[in-house]
């Protein structure tokens, strides 16, 4: 009998629930695994992609390279959430924001040792790796 | 180029649970939109099937249609952009009917929210961004939306008691509209006190009364050639301009928070389309979803200056009396919103105006009127412009 030809499901671990299990851009949950958020750049044009992605449009090419996304970014925008959808119930409540590094833009959660009281829109942040209560691995936002 | 019109319009009444099945809520809006049009079904040559389809137990609903409404052996087939798959209808149906492929499309949007649990809904809701990269840090709809309005207050001094004159507006007319949902008063009270259920957090700075209702629902639209609308149609209500657009879902992949790029596109190809501006609309639908979003809608239509919004509300311009009104049938705040059915029910609703029949909610006579239609968070943008 042939063997089960075993498939890479390494996004299973992203978030708290990850509704992915085959990308070409696992390599993103070995980079969590290291304490490290990173996108993709296009080899051919120098294109930057966050979230990561496998193929660039613009060059209709898929010859990427990793990149690390480090220093801060500014806050866009946040809200905190009181119901979480099926799920995340355990999660609340929980901030999602949006911070713009420029050259691109992350989404993620705020913290949750950050004080309310401290979060305000345009304030700088940074992005670290955060391991969940279930072993999952997703990324916060902390101030800069 | 001929013209393509609405000869035919009808909706459902919006209710919490519909007591039947899907064919048989999808039946209620095409039995009204038949009846309006004084068709029989012979008379219509394609059907048009839109709505989400996560909601649905029924796999491929278009062909369970067909059958239940009497439109065998005629083509069907399903049209999907979420919030706005009936307005994608539309666009459809003219498509097909300015082709010449066929002369009368019946557009049949629907929703039975109530087939799976709120938290379920909530779940797809969350799914209709971007499953990869968003959803697996627990999104939902009202949270990206909130998300614009916090950005909206800190660039522009929007503040919570602007929307919440919003909700104030819709529950005004709600109340008119024996088909909506929701028909109790609401006040500016009911959203600041603490211990109103309308003032209940939701996803900061939104609170429940910032949020439209679930409900199910059906609309239909019947898009006909200007030959045949002649030959059926006394007050043929004229497609004027059409406008579609899209953006990235993943709201990282935006530069935009203070407005939807979408609305804003699908607005500029309308308008163009139909050789009029912002100021000649007489009567508009707009897709608030949340109250933050039909103030985003008046500037993104160009009924206000980026940032200026908040005046219309405040001075009630967007009330039936004032230069622009909006929403005057409830808009999805008081009326519902069964994602399939809310581009039908717009449509219905500005049709109905222009044929000076809208009853206890008829604005001063209108000639063109706006449908402004948005699916996900503002992942898909239509506007239409319709004109008697």
């Known amino acids: ?144 | 180029m001929s013209r393509v019109a609405i000869i035919g319009v009808g909706q459902s009444e919006f209710v919490r649970a519909y007591p039947g099945s899907v064919r048989e809520l999808a039946f209620e809006g095409f039995k009204e939109a038949m009846r309006d049009a004084r068709l029989t079904t012979k008379d219509v040559q394609a059907s048009v099937i839109c709505s989400a389809p996560e909601y649905d137990k029924q796999r491929s609903p278009a062909g369970v249609f067909a059958e239940y409404l009497g439109l065998n052996p005629q083509p069907t087939f399903y049209v999907e952009s979420l919030c706005s798959s009936s307005s994608m209808g539309l666009r459809t149906a003219y498509a097909l009917v300015q082709s010449g492929l066929h002369d009368v499309v019946a557009v049949i949007g629907f929703q039975k929210m109530s087939e799976i649990s709120s938290a379920e809904s909530q779940e797809r809701m969350g799914r209709g961004a971007d499953i990869q990269w968003e959803s697996p840090f627990g999104t939902m709809m009202p949270a990206y939306y909130a998300m614009y309005a916090r950005a909206h207050m800190a660039a522009h001094g929007t503040t919570l008691e602007d929307l919440a004159l919003i909700r104030v507006k819709a529950a005004t007319y709600g109340q008119l509209n024996d088909k909506a949902v929701y028909r109790k008063p609401v006040t500016l009270a009911n959203l600041s006190h603490p211990e109103d259920r309308m003032a209940g957090p939701v996803a900061s700075p939104l609170r429940v009364g910032d949020c439209c209702a679930n409900a199910d629902g059906s609309s239909c639209v019947i898009v006909a050639s200007e030959e045949k609308a002649r030959v059926y149609c006394k007050k043929p209500v004229w497609i004027l301009g059409l406008g579609a657009a899209t953006t990235s879902v993943n709201l990282a992949g935006r530069d935009l928070f203070t407005g939807l790029t979408v609305a804003r596109e699908a607005s500029r190809q309308a308008y163009k389309m139909a050789g009029v501006g912002p100021k000649d609309i007489d009567v508009a639908e707009v897709h608030d979803c949340f109250t933050i979003a039909e103030m985003m809608a008046y500037e993104d239509l160009g009924f206000a200056k980026p940032g200026e919004g908040k005046e219309l509300i405040r001075s009630k311009a967007t009330y039936k009396e004032g230069p622009i009104p909006v929403n005057v049938d409830g808009g999805l705040l008081s009326k519902g919103h069964p994602i399939g059915a809310t581009g039908g029910s717009q449509i219905r609703t500005i049709v109905l105006q222009l044929r000076e029949e809208a009853g206890p909610i008829q604005v001063k006579s209108p000639e063109i009127g706006l449908v402004h239609n948005i699916g996900g968070v503002g992942l898909y943008g239509n506007v239409s412009i319709f004109g008697r």
């Open chain 1, 1 to 144: 009998m042939a063997e089960k030809k075993e498939s890479d499901e390494r996004f299973k671990k992203f978030g708290t629930v990850s509704f992915t299990s085959l990308t070409k851009t696992n390599d993103f949950i070995d980079y969590l695994e290291k304490g490290a958020i990173a996108g993709t750049r296009c080899k051919d044009c120098g294109r930057v992609f966050f979230p990561p992605r496998a193929d660039c449009f613009q060059c209709l090419a898929s010859h990427m390279e990793w990149f690390e996304v480090t220093g801060s970014g500014r806050l866009v925008s946040f809200s905190k959430l009181e119901y979480g959808p099926a799920g995340f119930q355990d999660d609340v409540p929980y901030s999602i924001a949006l911070l713009d590094y420029g050259a691109f833009k992350v989404f993620g959660r705020i913290g949750k040792e950050v004080p309310a009281a401290d979060i305000a829109v345009g304030m700088p942040m940074k992005t670290i790796v955060n391991r969940l209560p279930n072993g999952q691995l997703n990324y916060v936002f902390v101030k800069a």
